[in-house]
């Protein structure tokens, strides 16, 4: 491995531990992910899973345990924050702590970000396929 790519692969390891403490803010049992997004070396966004505001911080029904129906995951809730602010996502990285979802990678493909890196993955691969199939790099890192 060459120099670059041995600092490169060192800074996912950083943001992938900063996502994975992020992902500790999460009021879901079940599951909690954290996500960061990165351009140019600064972190211009963060998110976790969890409820819209002015919701109650309960992710599962407490009959079924399953997730509400409107908790946001981890990448929707950064993405939608750099819609807030003066920031946006052109050509940034997003760190996550587990492979984004179909919906989520859509989000992802329309916020410009080009390269996605996670550590755990999804029940499903349809949401990194999407990715790959219009060229966004996703790299599967293992946790340090």
Not at 92 to 111: D, G, N, R, V
């Amino acid at each position: 491995m060459g120099y670059e790519e041995e600092k490169l692969r060192q800074l996912d390891s950083r943001y992938l531990r900063m996502a994975r403490i992020w992902a500790e803010n999460s009021y879901c049992v079940r599951r909690q992910v954290g996500a960061l997004i990165v351009k140019d070396k600064m972190i211009i966004s963060d998110g976790y899973n969890g409820t819209p505001s002015g919701f109650e911080n309960i992710c599962e029904d407490e009959v079924t345990g399953k997730t509400k129906p409107y908790v946001l995951h981890a990448e929707a809730n950064a993405i939608t924050k750099v819609a807030k602010s003066a920031n946006n996502c052109d050509g940034a990285t997003l760190y996550i702590t587990a492979a984004p979802c179909i919906e989520c990678s859509k989000l992802i493909i329309q916020a410009g970000i080009k390269r996605v890196v996670y550590l755990d993955d999804y029940r499903s691969e349809d949401g990194l396929n999407l990715l790959k199939r219009v060229g966004i790099e996703c790299v599967k890192r293992e946790e340090e």
